[in-house]
Each structure stands twice: as structure tokens, then as C-alpha cells.
């Protein structure tokens, strides 16, 4: 069974730091594409960040220069160091491995206070 887990997500004050982590299982991603999207209540889910197999990384505008993606392909994890959080970041966000048509986790909120 295939699973990608979050977990690190909360509520912190604006300009402080949070740091996600996806465990899979279930299916070796050291050779594909993993990320991090977001949902914003009635809109799609959007990229925050991306990392190829072979380390080439892409970020939306919005967050760059603050948000830096890693993976450990040993562990088969992805993560998102956030910092310099503001309160229009606070989204579920959503670990993901093979683009929107692979597969998902269940998503971790993150809340961002003023």
C-alpha cells in the first residue's frame, strides 16, 4: 500500500519557522519527481516546491528565498523547511511524489499568525 505521511505542520507566529516532512512507503520515489503543494480554501492546489531526482529544484514565486526543499532518497522523504512564515502562507500543504497525477498524502495544516 502506498502512503506518504506529513507531519510537522502547527500554528506559528508570523516570521517564525516550521519544518514538514513526508515519509512514503510502499513505493521507492528516489527516481521521480517529489513536492510540495498547497490548497487555499476554493482554489486548486498550488505548487510551493519541487525536486527532481537529480536535485533540480523549482519554487513558486511567492515563496523563494524562504522556503528550501530536501529529500533523503535513503528514507525516501521529501521536506520543506519554512521560514520567514507570514500569515498568507497558512495553507494545508500536501506532500506529493510524481507530479498531480501521482500520488498524495493526506495533507498537514499549517497556520501562520499575525
Known amino acids: 500500500q502506498v502512503q506518504l505521511v506529513e507531519s510537522g505542520g502547527g500554528l506559528v507566529q508570523a516570521g517564525g519557522s516550521l519544518k514538514l516532512s513526508c515519509a512514503a512507503s510502499?513505493?521507492?520515489?528516489?527516481?521521480?519527481?517529489m513536492g510540495w503543494y498547497r490548497h487555499f480554501p476554493g482554489k486548486q492546489h498550488e505548487l510551493v516546491a519541487l525536486m527532481t531526482s537529480s536535485g533540480i529544484t523549482n519554487y513558486a514565486e511567492s515563496v523563494k528565498g524562504r522556503f528550501a526543499i530536501s529529500r533523503d532518497k535513503a528514507k525516501n522523504a521529501v521536506y520543506l523547511q519554512m521560514n520567514s512564515l507570514r500569515p498568507e502562507d497558512t495553507a494545508v500543504y500536501y506532500c506529493?511524489?510524481?507530479?498531480?497525477?501521482?500520488?498524495w498524502g493526506q495533507g498537514t495544516q499549517v497556520t501562520v499568525s499575525p
Open positions: 510502499g513505493r521507492d520515489y528516489s527516481n521521480t519527481i
Open positions: 506529493n511524489a510524481e507530479g498531480r497525477s501521482g500520488d
